[in-house]
């Protein structure tokens, strides 16, 4: 009987493992784009980005908490979001600018679905 409750078990969980490894996966192969490839909107946040600001949204600069997991792993607090402004939108859009604590840039146009790797 203890053979069998491992086995169920095993059936059970495996799902489980095979899809928690295809996100670690994911996160690790992320696209790229270069910065001159994206939108004027997404250039005009980077560069604000890089000046310090002042930021047009009151959520700009808080933590971003990586919570779909994929982007690299680190401690809470690594990561900062920056709405990137969508024309003819009447709140924040769905486009973040994610910056690392390394300098790192990332740009999602699909609210968090996907990233890709900016490229200066």
Same mark, same amino acid.
């Given at each position: 009987m203890r053979t069998f409750a491992w086995i169920l078990l095993l059936c $059970?969980?495996?799902p489980l493992t095979v899809s928690f490894l295809s996100a670690r996966e994911k996160q690790h /192969? %992320?696209?790229s784009?270069? $910065?001159a &490839? %994206? @939108?004027k909107e997404v250039r005009? #946040?980077?560069a604000l980005i890089k000046k310090g600001? @002042?930021?047009p949204y009151k959520k700009d600069g808080t933590v971003f908490g990586n919570f779909e997991r994929l982007l690299p792993s680190h401690e809470r607090g690594y990561y900062k979001e920056f709405t990137v402004p969508t024309p003819g939108s009447g709140d924040r859009g769905a486009r973040r600018v994610i910056l690392g604590k390394a300098g790192e840039l990332y740009? #999602? &146009?699909n609210h968090y679905? /996907?990233?890709r790797r900016v490229i200066e």
């Amino acid at each position: 009987m203890r053979t069998f409750a491992w086995i169920l078990l095993l059936c $059970l969980f495996a799902p489980l493992t095979v899809s928690f490894l295809s996100a670690r996966e994911k996160q690790h /192969s %992320l696209e790229s784009v270069n $910065l001159a &490839d %994206l @939108p004027k909107e997404v250039r005009q #946040t980077i560069a604000l980005i890089k000046k310090g600001g @002042p930021y047009p949204y009151k959520k700009d600069g808080t933590v971003f908490g990586n919570f779909e997991r994929l982007l690299p792993s680190h401690e809470r607090g690594y990561y900062k979001e920056f709405t990137v402004p969508t024309p003819g939108s009447g709140d924040r859009g769905a486009r973040r600018v994610i910056l690392g604590k390394a300098g790192e840039l990332y740009y #999602t &146009d699909n609210h968090y679905q /996907s990233f890709r790797r900016v490229i200066e």
